[in-house]
């Protein structure tokens, strides 16, 4: 059967321009303990051997397709930008089974953890979407599932940490630190590293040491290959912009991978938090961060004056990581994609006018996107067409919305 996933056979889908340990730029590498060295080693033996196996790629595609419900449509909004004769379209993989993009990532990589033999698999989530995901692809294929999520987090998620459990998973609760993914990153990876033979970490996104950023890449790519071809059958051209909310940034450089060599303005929306500034309280990364070492990766993030990851704040919990992908970092020092900040106030505002507009309701990591998008719609010429990665749905964060506008006082009148 021929492969019908875009990373199949082509090695520059699959991994960066990159010396052996995965250099994108200046950026990437594995900087790891040496205990670490050989079974990344292994991963991406494995990773690519698996690539170029016809029945791998067979079953991958048959399960995006049958299982994760792909190809997930483009759709064109009515309202929103049209008072800037603008036109905005989305991508919608909030209509992926589980409710967002981590579905292609987590489908791939527990297919990867079965070929490797691995019985177990555990996952770092913040949001709850890649923990949700992680569980319903073990469940589906068998493996032992555990979901490492800070405490922080979980409150603010708990639809999702109800999922992940009903789903079979075994979600432990992170308290140290900040109680938030990053904490919930370093003990995924500890308990990798505590027995490596039997359990898989299937990283949500493409941040961490190499093969990580190029294997999740890979297995995102099949959004913006997707919405590169929907786009054209659609309109005939190539859109003026593609816009992404960017966390680790998994969404922003699956739907960027399409149009990397076309003459596409790329924008990656970071999250501006309640602060602007390098000292603010936000995760822009790469807008107000600089370039150190995290999770084993060279890459921007966020640092204090000494150097050390400082503590990162967004309202959308899968955005709130003091770190970046380090291909970002490379399209960022390049000029290729231009990362802005949008804040927890823009993403709320945005979130409420997408659902009463459009009747489409985002999570709030999303918003972050589309917000950028209606921004770039406004200084954009007459004519413009966007397209924005709408990355997830907003189920997940209705009490946080609640919580955080005056929906709180309306829900109070209905209730009494």
């Keep these: 059967m021929a492969s019908q996933h875009p990373a199949a056979g082509n090695a520059a889908t699959v991994a960066p321009n990159q010396r052996s340990t995965g250099h994108y730029g200046d950026y990437g590498g594995q900087f790891v303990p ?52 603008v036109t905005l379209w989305l991508k919608r993989e909030d209509l992926a089974h589980t409710g967002a993009h981590k579905i292609n990532n ?23 979407q890649h923990g949700v995901a992680t569980a319903a692809v073990a469940a589906h294929l068998g493996l032992e599932c555990t979901v490492y999520m800070g405490s922080v987090d979980a409150r603010r998620q708990a639809p999702n940490l109800a999922r992940m459990r009903l789903l079979g998973a075994d979600v432990r609760l992170v308290d140290a630190g900040t109680g938030t993914l990053k904490d919930a990153t ?81 924008v990656g929306a970071e999250p501006g938090g309640d602060g602007q500034g390098p000292k603010g309280q936000h995760a822009a990364a790469i807008v107000w961060g600089e370039p150190g070492i995290v999770h084993g990766a060279r890459t921007y993030m966020l640092q204090d004056d ?31 994609v231009e990362y802005v900040s949008v804040t927890d106030a823009e993403a709320l505002e945005t979130f409420r006018l997408l659902s009463e507009s459009e009747g489409i309701l985002p999570a709030l990591e999303s918003s972050h996107a589309v917000a950028a998008g209606l921004r770039l719609a406004r200084d954009s010429r007459p004519g413009s067409q966007i397209l924005i990665n709408l990355s997830g749905r907003g189920d997940k964060d209705l009490e946080t919305v609640i919580a955080a506008t005056d929906l709180a006082q309306e829900a109070g009148h209905v209730a009494a």
């Design 106 to 128: 987590c489908i791939g990589q527990g297919l990867l953890a079965r070929r490797l033999g691995r019985r177990r698999v555990v996952a770092e989530t913040g949001a709850g």
């Design 186 to 266: 370093n003990e995924c990876m500890g308990d990798w590293l505590a027995d490596p033979q039997n359990t898989h970490p299937l990283v949500g996104s493409v941040v961490g040491p190499h093969p990580f950023p190029s294997i999740v890449r890979g297995f995102q790519s099949v959004i913006g290959t997707e919405a590169r071809e929907q786009f054209l059958e659609h309109t005939g051209r190539l859109p003026s912009a593609v816009v992404a909310c960017v966390g680790g940034g998994s969404n922003a450089i699956g739907i960027f991978s399409a149009f990397l060599d076309d003459p596409v303005h790329l």
């Design 306 to 336: 000494d150097g050390q990851l400082r503590d990162s704040h967004s309202i959308a919990p899968g955005l709130n990581y003091p770190g970046v992908g380090p291909e970002h970092s490379q399209l960022v020092d390049s000029g290729r």
């Design 34 to 85: 040496e205990i670490m060295v050989q079974p990344l080693q292994d991963l991406e033996d494995a990773h690519a051997a698996a690539m170029r196996s016809s029945d791998f790629v067979a079953e991958l595609d048959r399960l995006l397709r049958d299982f994760a419900g792909r190809p997930t449509p483009v759709t064109q909004l009515r309202r929103l930008g049209a008072e800037h004769d």
